[in-house]
């Protein structure tokens, strides 16, 4: 069955350092691979999705980049984080016309 | 393109009375529809999902949904809440033709009452 791992679980990180966050997939192959970002009290905005190795598609302008170094490997990363970064982020995998599955979720809280 | 309302961002009933969550999409495809739980601090968890085939859904937990393309709605139900239902809800669309990426509700809190 297909499994995502995401971590870490919870992190607290000061304004201006980088970011990096990873989420792997296993139990699948060529997988549509998603980050999303939940803002309290909000719904899931979907922040990059990839259909391939090397492939990311930004969805919104923001402070963060997406990269898919290997076909179920997908890293969110950031050089200087904002305060408007924090909020529950997850990593989702599907393939098309499928339910997706997710991660556990990474809490950032940018101090 | 593809959108989903989710009518109430709240809902409270009483333990062992129904339950029921709005959700209206807009889809220019046939869209798979979906249903996902959410407890504090978790991942999402699939309750249930509509891929064109039977219009009634039944999903985990005795929740079901009902696919009506006439009302554009997939509302989801449970005859009787328990006090474990308490948790954020989504309804979800994806499309084909879309990468399958899917466009979230902005959710729906249900609380249950003793």
């Known amino acids: 069955s297909q499994t995502i791992h995401q971590w870490p679980a919870t992190l607290v990180q000061p304004v201006g350092s980088p970011l990096s966050l990873e989420c792997t997939v296993e139990?699948?192959?060529?997988?549509?691979l998603y980050w999303y970002r939940q803002a309290a009290g909000r719904g899931l905005q979907l922040l990059f999705y990839?259909?391939?190795?090397?492939?990311i598609s930004s969805e919104v302008p923001q402070n963060l980049s997406a990269s898919r170094p290997q076909d179920r490997q997908f890293i969110l990363s950031s050089k200087k984080l904002l305060l408007s970064d924090s909020g529950f982020y997850l990593c989702?995998?599907?393939?098309?016309?499928?339910?997706?599955?997710f991660g556990q979720g990474t809490r950032l809280t940018v101090v | 393109a593809q959108s989903v309302t989710q009518l109430d961002s709240h809902v409270s009933v009483s333990e062992g009375t129904p339950v029921l969550l709005r959700c209206n999409y807009s889809?220019?495809?046939?869209?798979?529809l979906f249903w996902y739980v959410q407890h504090p601090n978790k991942g999402l968890q699939l309750l249930l999902k509509?891929?064109?085939?039977?219009?009634l859904v039944k999903g985990i937990n005795g929740f079901e949904a009902e696919f009506k393309k006439s009302e554009t709605s997939f509302h989801l139900t449970k005859p009787s809440a328990h006090m474990s239902d308490a948790a954020e809800y989504f309804c979800?669309?994806?499309?084909?033709?879309?990468?399958?990426?899917?466009?979230f509700g902005d959710g729906t809190t249900l609380t249950v009452k003793p």
């Open positions: 989702a995998a599907s393939h098309t016309n499928t339910e997706a599955f």
């Open positions: 139990g699948t192959s060529n997988p549509n």
């Open positions: 990839s259909v391939g190795i090397g492939q």
């Open positions: 889809s220019s495809y046939s869209p798979s």
């Open positions: 509509y891929t064109s085939a039977a219009t």
């Open positions: 979800v669309v994806s499309e084909l033709t879309n990468a399958g990426k899917s466009t």
